[in-house]
């Protein structure tokens, strides 16, 4: 593209990708936790399950990248996906001290139990495109999100005292992800 696409005049939310991009993403996880909520784990926890499901075992430093969540918030998500026996936190033998997480065997089996809500949920968002304008979307988003990697690994990441200045603070109550902590008998703690 020989002439930039944005400006400073035409920038507005309706035509910004990054707004576009995160919105779809708001908007589809609000849908997704309104279709766990019967479920064990939340879909911010199954989402977590699902990363783990991609890899073998993930340190927590990889399953946050991977969730893009803070260690604070992915902590207390393994915690209780833990505490359910889902997963797993294991030393690794090469290094004593670093530990890995890993799906258990009923961790792999929601996991399935877990893709049947999303695949039900995303079957009835893209029920009115086509299959080509399905495949022109996610070819589209997969180049974006390859440029965004490109763009993240190339960019230094900001000093500490920066970052903290930058966040504004912890995230309003209404913007944290549902944590539910279920004992063995599936009683609500």
Known sequence: MTDPFYTVDTLEAPNSIGFLVKRCGGLMSQ???????????????????????????????????Q??????????????L?????????RTERDRRVVEIALT?????????GKRIVVELLN???????RQ???????????????LQDAVQQ???????????????ARPAASQPRRVRRSRTGDAK
């Open 67 to 80: 969730t893009c969540h803070d260690m604070g918030a992915l902590t207390r998500i393994v915690d209780d």
């Open 82 to 90: 833990e505490e359910e026996g889902l997963v797993r936190r294991e």
């Open 124 to 130: 009835s968002l893209v029920a009115p495109f086509s």
């Open 155 to 169: 960019t230094p990441a900001p000093e500490p005292q920066a970052a903290s200045r930058s966040r504004g603070g």
């Open 133 to 147: 304008e399905l495949d022109t979307l996610i070819m589209l988003l997969q180049r974006m999100m390859g440029r």
């Open 31 to 65: 849908l997704a936790e309104r279709r766990f909520a019967a479920e064990r784990v939340s879909f911010t926890q199954w989402m977590v399950i699902a990363n783990l499901g991609r890899f073998e075992r993930l340190t927590a430093t990889e399953l946050s990248a």
């Open 105 to 113: 065997s009923e961790g792999r089996r929601y996991l399935q139990a």
